[in-house]
């Protein structure tokens, strides 16, 4: 299934901003669940992920410890709380149900803009 992300805009350097990842068909809570980013003329990547099972994160360098994955299990949704964004940070970002570029379903993503 493909996922819908939202949340995205345009945010100015050290702003915040929640991305939401929702499924219509999918129980989330049962699958990992990773957020990627492609920003322009550069390679997707995956930037943050949140296993299933135990719940265990994982964070791509590049974001540590300004970024935050976690579940709303009742909701079915996962999110991705950006704080201190960057202007590298702009890019477009989308979820899947993997946290492998290689087995991942892409939607539409949302775009995250930081400038000022």
């Known amino acids: 299934e493909q996922l819908v992300e939202s949340g995205g805009g345009l945010v100015q350097p050290g702003g915040s901003l929640r991305l939401s990842c929702a499924a219509s068909?999918?129980?989330?809570?049962?699958?990992?669940v990773g957020w990627f980013r492609q920003a322009p003329g550069k390679e997707r990547e995956v930037i943050s992920c949140?296993?299933?099972?135990?719940?265990?994160?994982y964070y791509a360098d590049s974001v540590k410890g300004r970024f935050t994955i976690s579940r709303d299990n009742i909701k079915n949704l996962v999110y991705l709380q950006m704080n201190s964004l960057k202007p590298e940070d702009t890019a477009v970002y989308y979820c899947?149900?993997?946290?492998?570029?290689?087995?991942?379903?892409w939607g539409q993503g949302t775009q995250v803009t930081v400038s000022s």
């Open positions: 899947a149900t993997s946290c492998l570029l290689d087995e991942a379903t």
């Open positions: 068909e999918t129980t989330l809570v049962w699958y990992t």
């Open positions: 949140i296993s299933g099972s135990l719940g265990s994160t």
